[in-house]
Nanobody, 115 residues
Framework: QVQLVESGGGLVQAGGSLRLSCAAS????????MAWYRQPPGKVREFVAG???????NYADSVNDRFTISRDSAKNTVYLQMNNLKPQDTGAYYC?????????WGKGTLVTVSS
């Protein structure tokens, strides 16, 4: 059974940083497409960042140059380093994995950025 567990969310002031983690079990991340999505309050879920096992990362324009997605294969964990956070980055952040046509989601971690 595939499980994705996010952690690292919290309350931070604008300009601050957070690092989100997504620990995976039941799936090998190095062979999967991994991505982070977020859902701002009252809005639909949106793409934030993603990367293939061996490919280059890609980012939403709104987070480019501020967020970095990375992977630790030994820990089977994906990270999202978020710098220079803005109030509009507030939302629930979800980890996603795609492998062999199946999509898996974590339950999310909440990020709140105060102005």
């Amino acid at each position: 059974q595939v499980q994705l567990v996010e952690s690292g969310g919290g309350l931070v002031q604008a300009g601050g940083s957070l690092r989100l983690s997504c620990a995976a079990s039941g799936i090998v991340l190095s062979g999967s497409y991994m991505a982070w999505y977020r859902q701002p309050p009252g809005k639909v879920r949106e793409f934030v960042a993603g990367r293939t096992g061996d490919g280059s990362p890609n980012y939403a324009d709104s987070v480019n140059d501020r967020f970095t997605i990375s992977r630790d294969s030994a820990k089977n964990t994906v990270y999202l380093q978020m710098n220079n956070l803005k109030p509009q980055d507030t939302g629930a952040y979800y980890c996603s994995a795609v492998r062999s046509g199946s999509v898996y989601w974590g339950k999310g971690t909440l990020v709140t950025v105060s102005s």
